[in-house]
Structures are given as C-alpha cells and as structure tokens.
C-alpha cells in the first residue's frame, strides 16, 4: 500500500511544540494542588483530585513516569496490590488477575500507561523533565513550588528558576520526600509529625509498612502534604516493597484530605 505523506515545514514544526507549551505552562502558573513526584501515589493523587474539579498539575523530573511501578520487583515487570485497592484499578480500566485470596497482581506497563492516561482524561496536568528545586515560603505557609528544568540540575548551571503558586503541595517524591527535606533543611521548621523532622524510612516490613503508608498520609506543614513513600519516609514508617496497593490508596486518601480542606476554606469554616 503507498502513502503519500504532505510536505512538512520543520518551522511550523517547532512553532506548533514552543507555542503549545508555553500555552500549557502559562496555564500552570496558578494551580489549586502541585504534586511533586509522578508515582504510583502521585498519579493517583492527581486522579481523584482533578475527578474532584481540583486545578492540579503534577511535576515530574525524570522523562517517564510511574516511578518504581515500572520495574515491578527486580525487574519482574508485574505489580501485586491487595483487595482494598482493587476498586481502584476497576475504576481506571486496568486489568488484572487474582493469584491468591486477598492478592492482585496487574501488568506494571499497563497499570503506568493506564493511570497516566486515566490522570490526563481527567484534566490534570503532568510536565515532566521539571524539577522542584525549592517551595515558596509565606507566612509559614507552603504557597507554591519553585521549578528548574532537570537538565539545569544536571549540569550544575546556575539559571534561576520560576515559580509556581498554588493552594496546596503534595510531596510525591517517594523514598527521598525531597519537598519535605528542601522545606526542614533551608528553613529549619517544625514539622506536625512525631518528632518534628524527616525520620526516614526503615527497612522492609510490607504488611506494616502498607498500613503506616495510609495512617501517615497527612498534612505535615500548612500547605504540605505527603503521599505515598514519601509518608513513610517523613514519619519513619517501614518500605513495603514491590506491593502498591498502599501507593494508590495513599494517593486517594491525599486528594480526599487536600478536597475537604479547599471545601472548608471556600466555604469559610475553619481548617
């Protein structure tokens, strides 16, 4: 079969990707929630916050997203999840099988793919290859997130960064909780958790770890939440390993306490 292609002209090309771009990237220059961080827990974050009518962007520093969720377990790309997270990857559309009483296991491209494509069709944005070099500190209050291109970090070149306001942060960026640690480490405050600090994770206990990721999912700072690993990493909670079912759920469990929060203050009643 022959196909004639049209002539193509690299100008309107590259005027097509730099104007739709910095169209989007206007746009974002006021969101209601920031995710930082485009895991498990932060894809599911931006899902159920933007299903909720929620402005919400998610930035992402590496070029791909779904974190570790790609990888499975050492590179055996399947993912295990338990019941209660079950409900949600029959709302996104992934497909999976029932290996054991209580235990899912899904295909880890799909699961990535699906959400990724689930969050979008939802409205929320997702720019990766940016990184969140710093927050945007008012009165004590988290306000916005301080973005650089994750080459420029790279390289170690000195280029200033732009910022971007918003209502809320969500710290999404797994073992590191590296929003949480710019924030305690440059500003030296207080955090509303048992000891006030980054703890850090400990090691490897899933059944624990799945229920502290939940039970840690907060509020951490006005304005910053955490989600996910991050949750974990922050409260000094155990890894899980290659289970999300906790990731996704935590994610659910962010957008659900950041919705009520932004309901109450548009209301007026108190926080």
Known sequence: ?????????ERVITQAIITRYTEVLLSLSEVEVAVVGAGPSGLSAAYYLAGSGIKTAVFERRASVGGGMWGGGMMFNQIVFQEPAREIFEEVG????????????ADAVETVTGLAYAVCRKGAKIINLVTVEDVVLQNDVVT?????WTAVEMAGLHVDPLAVRCRCVVDATGHDARVVRLLTEKNGVTLKTPGGRVQG?????????EKQILENTAEVYPGLYVTGMAANAVAGGYRMGPIFGGMLLSGKKVASLISEKLRSSSSGSPN
């Open 144 to 148: 916005g997130v301080v973005l650089n």
């Open 1 to 9: 079969m022959e196909i004639n292609l049209p002539a193509l002209d």
């Open 201 to 209: 994770e400990k090691s490897l206990w899933a059944e624990i770890g």
């Open 94 to 105: 992934i497909r999976f099988t029932e290996f054991a009483p209580g235990y899912y296991v």
